[in-house]
């Protein structure tokens, strides 16, 4: 059932701090760490910790939680990347005022955009004698970063992090991004989030630290991630302290889990150790038909493009928008410029774009003329305005997405495994089953496999359970499968069949 809109509420943001690894990322958090942890009990905090709370009063003088993620690197980020989704809400991208910008802070940016959150710039060491602000922020705009009241919109901060002096500020800033994203949580669901980090204790056993999402739990019941799950026995919050219940934006810790849950897996709450050990097995599932099934796109190797005319008010646009569109290039998709200049939208750009099929004409500080409009509409072109540059990246890259070719893939259904052999030819089989995990039913595509071997496709044509037709079976079952199956050779007890279903995406 889904969650009531009316019970959702404002939640702490979950912040990353990234940046070159000597400009003071580490110095930022630890006098975050020592002067705003909530109720001051930093001094009981004793180990290196993965997530943790503070407490800012902001210039209005209102009282507000923010969650900072501390790992080196911070793996999460890595795994989450290709889970399509991100741990943090926010990032501060430090960058040191004696030493600009270097690559780890371009990998640090890709890891920020890959993952698709806002971020905040903390320009650090603003005490040294050597250091360089207005060359540093040139440094950044150089790279692609727009700062505010430098053709971006990015807000940066000043600081010192060993006087504290600009924190306040840059914390300020924070949650002034915070309210823009409108970040809320539903405290009346079952909690969901994410796995921060694993370790195995020879004393206590497997444990994790967690970060809420959404949702709240309370001890009793179980949290599953991956295909480990784990009683709700023993919750600490990040202090070490045990606690009964936690919601959204808070990092805790679960000891008891059946294995390490892989570091940036989601995880979910449910009431029963029954339906723990079946979430678990449905993954399990899952992932071997991610294993055996995935396919790449059609034809290997070959690059699709995106046509594009940009349309601009100034030449500085113009790089500028290239810059930052070049980004968006992977060894799938290019995207081909087949016209650039400054000025208005024209009558001639509609024809030479309607040339090419699937076009874009991207406009920035410019307009188009009227006779561009009707015959834009008429011919079925499509134009694009924007006049910040983020705007404009954040909308290419889901047009590049719409373009992409479709990637197939194949999700497993259920697995039975042969008993016997009644009847065979090369195009069709009868054989005795019993179905193991999941569920089978008549039309259902199947793979027939000796071990690791593929021995052929088909499809399920008709099935008997005892002498009864019947159109489904499932787990644990005998049945009678009538197939239709281009094999050489007769299947033999023990050989396995796998129902799947194909998708696009």
Not at 49 to 64: D, F, I, M, P
Request: aromatic share 4%.
């Amino acid at each position: 059932m889904p969650a009531n809109s009316n019970n959702r509420i404002k939640r702490p943001p979950v912040v990353t701090v990234m940046g070159h690894i000597d400009h003071g990322k580490s110095t930022l958090l630890d006098y975050i760490r020592k002067t705003k942890v909530v109720e001051g009990e930093a001094g009981g905090i004793t180990q290196h910790l993965s997530a943790y709370e503070v407490e800012h009063t902001n210039s209005a003088g209102e009282k507000r939680l923010i969650t900072f993620l501390d790992t080196p690197g911070h793996e999460a980020f890595q795994h989450l990347r290709s889970r399509g989704s991100s741990v943090a809400d926010l990032a501060i991208l430090v960058v040191a005022a004696d030493d600009g910008v270097k690559p780890q802070t371009l990998q640090a940016l890709k890891a920020i955009e890959e993952a698709g959150i806002p971020y905040l710039v903390a320009i650090s060491k603003i005490d040294k004698n050597n250091a360089d602000i207005e060359k540093t922020k040139s440094s950044l705009v150089e790279h692609g970063i727009y700062l505010e009241g430098m053709g971006g919109s990015i807000s940066y901060s000043l600081i010192d992090s060993k006087s504290g002096r600009g924190i306040p500020e840059l914390l300020d800033l924070l949650l002034l991004a915070t309210d823009m994203e409108e970040l809320t949580g539903d405290p009346t669901v079952p909690a969901t989030g994410t796995v921060i980090e694993s370790r195995c204790d020879p004393k206590r056993g497997i444990s994790a630290t967690l970060l809420i999402k959404n949702g709240s739990l309370k001890t009793g019941a179980y949290v599953v991630a991956g295909q480990a799950y784990a009683p709700l026995r023993i919750v600490e919050n990040f202090l070490g302290n045990k606690i009964h219940e936690a919601t959204f934006s808070t990092p805790i810790m679960v000891v008891g889990f059946s294995e390490n849950p892989p570091v940036g897996a989601t995880f979910i709450t449910v009431p029963t150790k029954k339906e723990a050990l079946e979430v678990a097995h449905a993954v399990q599932l899952s992932s071997v038909s991610n294993k055996v099934m995935a396919s790449e796109a059609e034809e290997s190797g070959k690059r699709y493009n995106v046509p594009v005319i940009i349309k601009c008010d100034v030449v500085g646009s113009l790089e500028a928008i290239k810059h930052e569109l070049r980004k968006h290039e992977d060894e799938n998709t290019s995207i081909h410029i087949i016209y650039e200049g400054v000025g208005k939208i024209a009558e001639g750009d509609i024809k030479y774009a309607s040339g090419k099929k699937d076009t874009i004409i991207i406009g920035f500080n410019v307009g188009a003329d009227s006779a561009a409009q009707e015959l834009a509409l008429r011919v079925g072109v499509e134009i694009m305005h924007f006049s910040i540059i983020y705007e404009l990246t954040d909308w290419i890259q889901g047009a590049i997405e719409a373009r992409r070719p479709k990637i197939r893939q194949e999700k497993i259904l259920g697995t039975a495994k042969i008993l016997k052999s009644f009847s065979f030819t090369k195009k069709a089989q009868t054989v005795g089953c019993r179905v193991e995990s999941g569920e089978i039913s008549v039309k259902d595509r199947i793979i027939i496999k000796k071990g690791d071997v593929e021995l052929g496709r088909g499809k399920i044509l008709s099935m008997k359970s005892g002498k009864t037709d019947t159109s489904r079976v499932g787990e644990n079952n005998d049945c009678g499968l009538q197939m239709e199956v281009a094999l050489e050779s007769e299947p033999t007890y023990n050989d396995t069949i796998i129902a799947y279903t194909v998708t696009e995406e």
